[in-house]
């Protein structure tokens, strides 16, 4: 094997490798010369904002050729309030295994704080005001951009996601006089999809220039400070990926490690990053290649990165009870359902805010009053350890959110997934234009091709 294939595989078919070692050599260089490594952070936002600069043209393109070349909108609408319920299924399931774990475990209860002794500063000082300003309605409102521009150069997912859907609409109307103009936006998806791939050639650098700057900012020693709490949270995390998700994958007849082992490139960038944001348009490229129609796709992944937050929930599940725990307070069942409907309505929207967890928790507990806001003091050093896990939650949730919606609908082709996940060669994804609100395969047959299938 010739250097040059080495090379090109390295960032291509073996990118995971690529970024695995530029993982561990950041870590290994926080640590070894953390001044060194904390100054390395404009290397890793420098890349994330790479990828943010194009997620907004990518789920404009992507929502309008899915919406545009559907047969009726009513299947649009059907397939948005499939996504919403899992959406809202998994989120309350990842909040409520959160709070469970938590009062069984009780990794807070030793640390007996007190409120007075505390006092917020720096960027918890700033999510504490955030917060403090955040209202439960927030998402609804912040839907409606004060311009077009705007909404793509905010980076709000949901005001993207609502120009998109009203652009496609308009574009549907127009019957056979809008088909150019469909064609002309697929070609310019096109180009942005190769953008991406351009980009993803810095994944390794980006991820490097991340590790570096946690490892090397925070250090081992802030770790092993809450190392009981963060370890917990980490192992939930996995089992909740590993059951959870597990079960899901078996659902839609396939295999959650293989899925896994499909999206390891994004897993792991994910995991360097500590950002899931910046993984979508891959996302979506490989979902529709897995054999989930394109149209399924494109609707469900973008509205899965304002409502899909299973991470963050399962984070403000632990974060709120241990700080709870930690100023000894005890929360009744009714506090701790109360708190759980404030989080769910809270946690909506969250995506591409910095620091949302913080935001939403910060919120939240001003909220409700029964823990002092200040406890965020106790967790803001090792949040950055937390957000990984947080990151890869929401992934491996937004990995099967398309695939449970396409399975719902009748429209996963298991044929064309198994073979992919087996790394068999499989022809790229076309779809065929035709009408989904009646699906001429049943949730049941699931070996039938689908429109989704490239001969």
């Not at 952070?41 to 043209?57: D, K, N, S």
Request: proline residues 4%.
């Amino acid at each position: 094997m010739s250097a040059r294939t080495i090379v090109r595989s390295a960032f291509t078919t073996r990118l995971w490798v690529t970024v695995l070692v530029a993982i561990v050599a950041g870590a290994a260089l926080g640590l070894v010369a953390p001044g060194v490594g904390a100054a390395l952070e404009p290397v890793g936002t420098g890349f994330i904002a790479l990828i943010r600069m194009l997620i907004a043209p990518v789920v404009f393109c992507t929502i309008v050729t899915g919406v545009a070349s559907a047969g009726q909108l009513a299947s649009v609408g059907r397939i948005g309030v499939k996504a919403l319920v899992y959406f809202e299924v998994m989120t309350t399931l990842a909040l409520v295994v959160g709070l469970v774990v938590m009062d069984l475990a009780r990794p807070g209860a030793g640390v007996h704080a007190r409120a007075g002794a505390l006092t917020l500063s720096g960027s918890a000082a700033q999510y504490a005001q955030e917060g403090a300003g955040t209202h439960w309605y927030d998402f609804l409102v912040d839907i409606v951009p004060s311009g077009v521009v705007n909404a793509f150069t905010e980076g709000n997912v949901l005001q993207v996601l609502l120009v998109s859907l009203l652009f496609a609409v308009a574009v549907k109307a127009m019957g056979p006089a809008g088909r150019p103009i469909v064609a002309a936006v697929e070609r310019i998806g096109d180009a942005m999809f190769g953008m991406i791939r351009l980009v993803m050639y810095l994944a390794p650098l980006g991820a490097f220039g991340a590790m570096a700057y946690t490892t090397g900012k925070f250090g081992v020693g802030t770790l092993l400070s809450l190392g009981n709490f963060v370890l917990l949270f980490w192992a939930t995390g996995i089992v909740f990926g590993l059951v959870v998700f597990g079960a899901l994958a078996r659902l839609c007849g396939l295999r959650v490690l293989a899925l896994y082992r499909y999206f390891s490139d994004e897993l792991l960038i994910t995991l360097g990053t500590s950002n899931y944001e910046v993984v979508m348009p891959d996302l979506i490229r490989k979902l529709t290649h897995l054999g989930a129609p394109r149209r399924i796709v494109g609707l469900v992944v973008p509205s899965g990165y304002a409502f899909n937050g299973d991470g963050v929930c399962l984070y403000l599940g632990f974060a709120s009870l241990f700080i709870a725990q930690a100023f000894d307070i005890e929360l009744s069942l009714w506090q701790q359902i109360a708190l759980l409907a404030v989080f769910l309505v809270t946690s909506k929207g969250s995506a591409g805010v910095a620091g949302a967890g913080f935001v939403i928790l910060a919120a939240t507990l001003g909220t409700t009053g029964a823990v002092p806001v200040v406890g965020i003091m106790l967790i803001i050093g090792v949040d950055r350890f937390l957000s990984t896990m947080r990151g890869l939650v929401s992934l491996a949730g937004q990995i099967l959110g398309s695939l449970v919606v396409a399975r719902w609908e009748g429209r996963l082709d298991l044929e064309r997934a198994r073979a992919v996940l087996r790394g068999e060669d499989v022809a790229e994804a076309v779809d065929e234009p035709g009408d989904l609100t009646e699906p001429d395969a049943s949730p049941a047959d699931e070996n039938r091709p689908v429109s989704a299938t490239a001969s």
